[in-house]
């Protein structure tokens, strides 16, 4: 069993390794805080080196999900009415129904979708299978049918999950995903799909970057158990004292680098040992923080292929609070300047509706009322 696991891990690194540089430029970092008075305060960056036309959707309660097979298979197809309305952000340039890689449902659930090349490899449908989605429509169905990680837990693992490029236009890459689901009770899940079935991991550092595999990224945190929140002490070298230079020298060590594995490392050190906050708006600003340490700006995270220099960068940064039912956003050119949503309004109106993000009114406290005019 030991000799399997090493071989495991083994083939995990090295299929990441032989990948990297081809999908270096895909980034993402997600993150959950939970206040002293209980809020939970989910935040994520989405880094992409291509223009996605990142659209913002606001999708009421009742609306139709549909459930489908790959087509060669001609299984019946379902059509669910939502029990919940949600907010998401997908990537406009993609034919057909929005794939959502960001949300947030009015019952206080929200989900995040970071890429996960080298590793990722869907569910096979079956002909004798009942139940079954499309990765581009797992986000839509899992924020419109379910209230908490515990329920979603409960029956995603009914479903077989796939994907078919013969089935998708517009999509520059194929779409090696896994998630993060977050409700406002504080629990936290990951889904992953490793050699076509379907993994769920508590979500134990309320943390998710890239590949590797989330495991692999727990594992990895203990090479930097000697981190500290206290500076460093005072030596005594021939009779003289040597003070530290400046606070922080117990973090000597902690990586800067933008690469997943750094990046889930850095976010996990500073969402443990940050002083915890009171409610919403002081949450809200410590989960900024955190994502500040990994936004990525244009130009410092960039490769080269045949010929072609790409960057990737931070396009845009969310922030939820799941207990109140608020919503960020900002994109690049807005990086401090969040716009705000009251969905409570927002699904209220019941109203289906898109927005451009790099049109949104920046800056805008609350824009609710702009976007329901």
Not at 51 to 79: F, H, R, T, Y
Not at 137 to 161: C, D, I, P, T, W
Not at 349 to 354: A, D, I, L, P
């Amino acid at each position: 069993m030991r000799r399997f696991r090493l071989r495991h891990f083994q083939s995990v690194i090295i299929s990441t390794l032989l990948l990297s540089f081809t999908y270096s430029c895909f980034a993402c970092t997600a993150v959950n805080i939970t206040a002293k008075d209980g809020t939970v305060i989910a935040g994520r960056t989405m880094e992409w080196a291509l223009e996605m036309k990142w659209e913002l959707i606001s999708v009421p309660k009742g609306s139709a999900i549909d459930l489908s097979a790959p087509s060669q298979l001609q299984l019946p197809k379902k059509q669910l009415t939502s029990s919940y309305a949600f907010v998401g952000v997908a990537p406009g340039i993609l034919e057909g129904a929005p794939a959502f890689l960001e949300g947030q449902n009015e019952a206080g659930l929200g989900m995040s979708g970071n890429f996960l090349p080298g590793l990722t490899e869907f569910q096979t449908v079956t002909p004798e299978d009942k139940n079954y989605v499309s990765i581009i429509n797992f986000g839509g169905f899992a924020l419109g049918m379910f209230s908490s990680v515990k329920k979603l837990r409960a029956e995603v693992q009914k479903y077989k999950v796939w994907y078919d490029p013969s089935e998708v236009k517009g999509l520059p890459t194929p779409p090696w995903l896994h998630f993060v689901f977050t409700d406002r009770s504080g629990d936290s899940m990951v889904i992953e799909f490793i050699k076509g079935q379907m993994i769920i991991h508590d979500n134990i550092a309320n943390v998710l970057t890239n590949s590797p595999a989330y495991d692999w990224h727990l594992f990895n945190v203990r090479n930097y158990l000697s981190l500290s929140d206290q500076s460093s002490l005072p030596v005594t070298m021939n009779g003289t004292i040597l003070t530290p230079l400046g606070q922080g020298g117990g973090l000597l060590g902690l990586p800067a680098d933008y690469t997943p594995p750094s990046r889930f490392v850095r976010a996990t050190y500073l969402s443990q040992f940050a002083t915890k906050p009171i409610g919403s708006s002081d949450g809200v600003q410590l989960v900024a923080h955190i994502l500040n340490n990994v936004d990525i700006p244009i130009g410092v995270a960039k490769s080269t292929e045949n010929h072609q220099t790409v960057s990737d960068y931070t396009q845009w940064v969310a922030i939820k609070d799941l207990s109140h039912n608020r919503f960020r956003i900002a994109n690049y050119a807005n990086r401090t300047n969040f716009v705000q949503i009251d969905l409570n309004r927002l699904f209220k109106s019941r109203k289906s509706m898109t927005w451009l993000i790099n049109d949104l009114p920046y800056p805008s406290d609350d824009m609710t009322s702009q976007l329901l005019e």
